[in-house]
């Protein structure tokens, strides 16, 4: 499974935008990029999933180059309650079950 | 609500005591899932189960015990622990067809303490 690389912590103010980038350099050509939210005490959270160009939907939205080596998680106009753990993952859209290898992920604090 | 429900939600035992943790998702699903989430370190997969069949056991230490009686419902039976066993330990349902893999909706996990 691909590993990535993903900023440790971020800080932003409310109502910025904010973008999270991961990295993937080694990215398989059956990988779909996922994105999972957690916060402090609860399970992760499903945010979104794409495999290339651009995938929207109503909480965010995800930047994936041509080369697919990279992704950004982007988040509009943040608030205090987008503060979380925030977890990029690559792996296989594959049959018989979904493989989840968690990173360190990336702390954002969003401040008033 | 994610409609996975994992009791109980806190848990103080010894190491000499037996427990289980007990998962159970309402969602129709047809895989389960064993993470444990330790202070400062990601989230591991510890066991996987699909149509009640183990498909995963990621090395984890035999004082660890998994039961899938159908599915929905999912149990990590646990005696002996040590200290280090200490975390969170989540469980997770997904719908996984055999020709694509799906979102895993987690549940709000159990906080172990083994002292």
């Known amino acids: 499974l691909a590993k990535t690389t993903q900023p440790i912590s971020m800080d932003s103010y409310e109502g910025q935008e904010v973008n999270i980038t991961c990295s993937h350099n080694?990215?398989?050509?059956?990988?779909?990029i996922t994105w999972y939210q957690q916060f402090p005490s609860q399970g992760p959270r499903f945010i979104i999933q794409?495999?290339?160009t651009k995938v929207t939907n109503e909480v965010a939205s995800l930047f994936i180059p041509a080369d697919r080596k990279s992704s950004t998680l982007s988040l509009p106009r943040v608030s205090l309650s987008d503060t979380a753990v925030y977890y990029c993952?690559?792996?296989?859209?594959?049959?018989?079950?979904?493989?989840?290898?968690f990173g360190a992920g990336t702390r954002l604090a969003v401040h008033p | 609500e994610t409609g996975v429900t994992q009791t109980p939600r806190h848990l103080v035992m010894g190491m000499t005591n037996k427990k289980s943790l007990k998962c159970e998702q309402h969602?129709?699903?047809?895989?389960m899932y064993w993470y444990k989430q330790s202070a400062k370190k990601p989230l591991e997969l510890m066991f996987v189960?699909?149509?009640?069949?183990?498909?995963e056991n990621n090395s984890v230490p035999s004082r660890f015990s998994p039961e899938c009686p159908n599915s929905s419902h999912l149990f990590l039976h646990l005696h002996t622990l040590q200290p280090e066993d200490s975390a969170l330990y989540l469980c997770?349902?997904?719908?996984?067809?055999?020709?694509?893999?799906?979102?895993?909706?987690f549940g709000p996990g159990t906080r172990l303490t083994v002292t």
């Open positions: 997770a349902s997904s719908q996984e067809t055999g020709r694509e893999t799906y979102e895993q909706y």
């Open positions: 080694n990215i398989a050509t059956n990988d779909y």
């Open positions: 794409g495999y290339k």
């Open positions: 993952l690559v792996g296989p859209f594959s049959g018989g079950y979904n493989k989840l290898i």
């Open positions: 969602l129709g699903h047809n895989a």
């Open positions: 189960y699909n149509f009640k069949e183990q498909t």
